[in-house]
């Protein structure tokens, strides 16, 4: 008797147990508006991935939240949501799943009474034209008659990650959630797109390799983060394998982001050791990238182990430049911080150690943008720091060209580009003439009012042999007061006159320099037309010289030809 009573127990025992198991967290919806966004659900992991569903029905649940995210080893995994209805009257409600986009299938079975009244199945590389798709969201609609329970098992099948929602909504709040939604992540992606074009503009007018493998790093993240959170999905209406292959864009931005670094680092020129490291971690994602191309889910599988282990190498690797002194790391680091810390939440997040949130769920997009803006900056930064070097060197090239006094053109730019001319010249038949010119008696003029009104009358007499000649003549000074005038297109005559109006100009003109002295000066000028054919700029000078020896010898400020006077 004793022995039955024990046997009796524990079947009843064994009955109570699996009657528990079988029990789930009841919702109520009964209220009159239901919308149900964050609650809890059951979940069984289906390990062998063949259990069907009377199977599973067996089988111990756990409970999770609404908003799961169970990561890598839950491909297969059952969700279940008990439902009563406490109300008079049936309730028709609308199960939402708004992240079914990324998965391989869904199936939905609805039980009442401990009896299967429907089932349907969504095979996503078939989902387009699907009745329960809709934009990326599975839509099942189902009622909970008044008194009674219903229970939802849903089915979903993964690529890699297990992470997912489910939402219960009455007609009037179901047509709200499927209007509204993914305005954040457009947000984002419009940024990005942004970036790319300023990216592009950038590059027109650099020419550097940087710019191209920061737009490369732009478009794979604005397309994963498109894919990853719906966008795509939702503009296009596209699922399954053949979008799925898009996810590779994980791998690529990544390798993208390193082969950035080492150019506007120069860490291959400047920084060896680091160099390596990047190098080393590019080659484990190229590999990745490959396998990728003919098994995208088993690449998949690593990814966030991959992320994880590139934000290290990443990080040590600023901080090695930025200890070395390497001016731009520190904005780097800055973005980067950023970028380290948002993923790391999403990648606990997606290996199902936190529980879901914006943060969480969004860290990989968030992360991007924000790592973007701040390279954006570092080009933007570095082409002005370039652009300031390049402007001192212009400004070093101009000074070893010009006179400080003066700032005409000295000798030895004059003689460089004097050949030049004369090439030109020669190639295309125009005249050529030259002008040599010197102030008379200027150490006079120093004797007597000293150098600093010596000075004076040198600017002076520089701005008006500008105001008397054309805007294509080459103007120098030779040093102290010698000047010469090369006229590119003058005949001898056309000279002639142009050293004319500057000898008239100089005669007109005074100093005023201090205490109310008043200087004039006046010139003797020297022209030569130049014979283009056989004639160096040297031996030009030499006539124009001579010319003006003789302009000296016959009494000053006048102009002669190394034919004769004028």
């Excluded at 990324?102 to 199945?121: N, P």
Aim: aromatic share 12%; with cysteine.
């Amino acid at each position: 008797m004793a022995s039955c009573r024990s046997t009796f127990l524990c079947f009843f025992l064994l009955w109570v147990s699996s009657f528990a198991a079988l029990a789930s967290p009841s919702l109520d919806v009964s209220d009159q508006d239901i919308r149900l966004t964050d609650f809890r659900v059951e979940y069984f992991i289906d390990d062998s991935q063949s259990l069907d569903f009377p199977a599973v029905r067996k089988e111990t649940f756990h409970e999770t939240t609404s908003t799961a995210t169970l990561g890598t080893q839950a491909t297969v995994t059952w969700y279940r949501i008990a439902l009563h209805n406490q109300g008079p009257e049936k309730r028709a409600l609308f199960l939402h799943l708004p992240k079914a986009y990324h998965v391989r299938s869904i199936d939905i079975f609805e039980e009442r009474s401990q009896g299967l009244i429907d089932h349907e199945s969504v095979d996503l590389n078939d989902a387009s034209s699907h009745p329960l798709m809709y934009q990326g969201t599975v839509v099942y609609p189902f009622i909970v008659p008044s008194g009674e329970s219903t229970i939802l098992y849903v089915r979903s099948h993964v690529y890699s990650h297990q992470w997912f929602s489910l939402e219960i909504y009455d007609d009037v709040q179901s047509r709200k959630a499927l209007v509204g939604g993914h305005l954040d992540i457009a947000l984002l992606v419009g940024m990005m797109i942004a970036l790319v074009f300023y990216n592009g503009l950038l590059y027109f007018a650099t020419s550097k390799k940087e710019n191209i493998l920061y737009s490369l790093y732009l478009i794979s993240g604005l397309v994963w983060i498109a894919l990853s959170y719906g966008l795509i999905a939702k503009a296009f209406n596209i699922y399954g394998d053949a979008v799925f292959v898009l996810n590779l864009t994980l791998i690529t931005m990544p390798m993208f982001l390193l082969l950035f670094i080492m150019a506007i680092f120069e860490t291959r020129r400047y920084y060896l050791t680091e160099h390596r490291a990047l190098q080393g971690m590019l080659g484990l994602l190229g590999i990745t990238f490959l396998y990728g191309l003919f098994d995208v889910e088993g690449a998949m599988k690593p990814a966030s182990s991959l992320a994880a282990l590139m934000m290290v190498v990443t990080f040590s690797v600023s901080i090695s430049l930025f200890r070395k002194g390497q001016p731009l790391v520190k904005f780097f680091l800055v973005g980067h911080t950023f970028f380290v810390i948002f993923n790391g939440i999403a990648v606990v997040y997606y290996k199902g150690l936190v529980e879901t949130g914006y943060i969480n769920s969004h860290g990989v997009g968030i992360g991007i943008v924000l790592e973007a803006l701040t390279l954006a900056f570092i080009i933007s930064y570095r082409i002005k720091v370039l652009e300031d070097m390049r402007s001192r060197q212009d400004e070093l090239k101009r000074q070893a060209a010009t006179d400080p006094l003066t700032h005409l053109y000295n000798r030895r730019y004059f003689m460089a580009e004097g050949k030049y001319v004369i090439e030109k010249a020669r190639a295309t038949g125009e005249p050529l003439s030259v002008i040599a010119l010197d102030i008379d008696h200027f150490k006079a003029v120093n004797d007597t009012y000293g150098h600093t009104v010596g000075d004076l009358v040198l600017k002076d007499v520089a701005r008006v042999f500008r105001r008397s000649s054309r805007d294509r003549d080459l103007i120098a000074r030779f040093g102290g007061e010698e000047f010469v005038i090369l006229l590119p297109g003058a005949d001898f005559t056309v000279a002639r006159g142009c050293a004319e109006r500057i000898r008239k100009g100089i005669e007109a003109h005074t100093v005023d320099a201090d205490d109310g002295v008043v200087v004039g000066v006046t010139v003797s000028l020297g022209v030569a037309q130049v014979n283009t054919a056989m004639e160096s700029v040297e031996n030009a000078l030499d006539r124009a010289d001579k010319a003006l020896y003789e302009a000296k010898a016959l009494g000053r400020n006048r102009v002669c030809s190394s034919e004769g006077n004028l």
